[in-house]
């Protein structure tokens, strides 16, 4: 560890089995390296209509207001709620996770009014439970929900959420940061009114970009609000003139030009393997790693019809010391996989299979690392006692 900042920096090779950021494929970094050119030169242009498109297809939506905020996934919470909500708006969300409770805070700073509605982490949000909060609270406005809450390894019904939602004229707001190109998602179709994803997870593009989409029937409320967009950044009638359809482009910020090229060719390589085929093999590398963690006596948290393909909340046995096995795996075996957070740390584990992870030499790499590493725990334990 004994470096000079004034050596090049260089990343050890991690398999990156984690919550995100996912493997990012050569031909993606490839893409970042060249060379940057200016983000108003017609050939950059270009690729943001391309990346506007393929966006498009990937979030199953004809919405013209589609794009990449120019930030984690993160900032895209930060862009779908804070458009749509005014100080002392109405605010329904779900909380089955720490994505739902970040929900929560990004609404609370924007002056809403925030009905948190809890599940407990590792189960669904029962879409019954938004009937009723929706039928004894008449003036919700908006509901806001985590499609992959991947904090816990949990998928929730969409579309019945946001069928709810609309029975009772609110619009919806969806996290679905690791759900894209994961599991399916149909915007139009399910009628949702305000996505943001990120870049890091299923689409295994380095982290920082941060697709969002919005229906005409969001951006006609944005259009009709009384006070301004608190951040003048994320304001959508101000970024769509940068990223707008045909019309002539006027500054907005000068966009992360390198970023762009790297999230174009892992669009680009999504739509080659086709979304439904990206779908499947995330699946695949699910069951693969499931039949594994059962073979090795290890089970997951969550019950089968919920379970995420792309985030495995395995169960730490009690036997097993969390924190040093997950070291272990990081620096001798050079595998990264999440420790769990809140009411479930040191209780799971989560392994991601998302985007270039989800392939199934890296779910043997990680179930016969898995399965060495707890065997030298055990040893150890072993030895230290006699
Ligand atoms: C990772 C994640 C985020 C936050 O994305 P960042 O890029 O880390 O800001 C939000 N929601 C969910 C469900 C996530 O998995």
Not at 324 to 348: M, T, V, W, Y
Request: with cysteine; proline share 6%; hydrophobic share 45%.
């Amino acid at each position: 560890m004994n470096r000079s900042y004034l050596e090049s920096f260089l990343p050890p090779s991690r398999l990156l089995l984690g919550p995100g950021p996912s493997p990012v494929a050569p031909e993606v970094l490839m893409a970042m390296a060249g060379p940057t050119i200016g983000h108003l030169d017609p050939a950059f242009i270009g690729l943001m209509s391309e990346i506007k498109t393929m966006l498009q297809l990937a979030f199953g939506t004809t919405n013209d207001v589609t794009f990449a905020v120019a930030g984690p996934g993160s900032l895209g919470m930060d862009a779908c709620v804070l458009n749509l909500i005014e100080p002392g708006d109405k605010i329904l969300i779900a909380r089955n996770g720490v994505f739902g409770t970040r929900m929560c805070e990004v609404a609370l700073r924007g002056g809403a009014q925030v009905i948190p509605l809890d599940f407990t982490w590792g189960t669904p949000i029962d879409p019954q439970a938004i009937e009723d909060a929706l039928k004894e609270h008449k003036d919700i406005k908006f509901v806001g929900f985590v499609h992959a809450e991947t904090s816990t390894g949990v998928q929730s019904d969409a579309a019945a959420i946001a069928a709810i939602a609309q029975k009772y004229g609110a619009l919806t707001i969806m996290d679905a940061v690791t759900s894209l190109a994961g599991i399916p998602i149909k915007l139009d179709e399910w009628g949702i009114d305000a996505v943001y994803s990120g870049s890091q997870k299923c689409l295994s593009c380095p982290p920082g970009l941060s697709p969002v989409s919005f229906s005409p029937r969001a951006v006609e409320h944005v259009k009709h609000r009384k006070s301004r967009v608190l951040s003048w950044f994320l304001d959508i009638t101000q970024v769509m003139s940068y990223w707008g359809g045909d019309k002539a482009r006027a500054y907005h910020h000068t966009a992360p030009v390198n970023s762009l090229y790297a999230l174009h060719e892992s669009l680009r390589r999504l739509h080659v393997e086709g979304i439904e085929a990206s779908i499947a093999r995330h699946r695949a590398a699910h069951l693969q790693l499931a039949e594994g963690l059962t073979a090795l006596g290890l089970e997951l948290l969550v019950d089968e019809p919920f379970r995420l393909p792309q985030l495995n909340a395995i169960k730490i046995p009690s036997t097993i010391n969390d924190a040093p096995l997950r070291a272990s795996l990081l620096n001798d075996f050079n595998i990264e996989i999440g420790a769990g957070l809140g009411p479930l740390a040191g209780k799971i584990w989560r392994v991601g299979l998302m985007g270039e992870g989800a392939r199934p030499q890296h779910v043997s790499r990680l179930l016969q690392t898995l399965d060495n590493a707890m065997e030298n725990q055990r040893n150890e334990a072993i030895s230290l006692a006699s």
